[in-house]
């Protein structure tokens, strides 16, 4: 019964910032790293960002300095914060988590979320 549900995505300009949200469910004794991969039209699906803890981090070339990735772990939730976003952004974006739980150690994935920016 493990879930990873997602939202904020949506439509966004050029510029602006969306913060987008995962958050882990289900009977689960314990999250690993947690990350955020994209799929934009017709490109094959890259990662983001990904955290380990607050002091471990790291981001995409592409996105770093713009894109923030954070978690709260008493919410079992990772967020990513999108600042200054760009339409090459435009992708559905995925996130992903290590779940420990009675079936063992497994990797996640959440539905996904589309994100749109207009020029």
């Known amino acids: 019964q493990v879930q990873l549900v997602e939202s904020g995505g949506g439509l966004v300009q050029t510029g602006g910032s969306l913060r987008l949200s995962c958050a882990a469910s289900?009977?689960?004794?314990?999250?690993?790293?947690m990350a955020w991969y994209r799929q934009g039209p017709g490109k094959p699906r890259e990662l983001v960002a990904r955290i380990r803890s607050s002091l471990s981090t790291n981001y995409a070339d592409s996105v770093k300095g713009r894109f923030t990735i954070s978690s709260d772990n008493a919410k079992n939730t990772v967020y990513l914060q999108m600042t200054s976003v760009k339409p090459e952004d435009t992708a559905v974006y995925y996130c992903?988590?290590?779940?420990?739980?009675?079936?063992?150690?497994?990797?996640?994935w959440g539905q996904g979320t589309q994100v749109a920016v207009s020029s």
């Open positions: 289900g009977s689960i004794f314990s999250i690993g790293p």
């Open positions: 992903n988590a290590l779940i420990s739980s009675a079936s063992g150690l497994n990797n996640f």
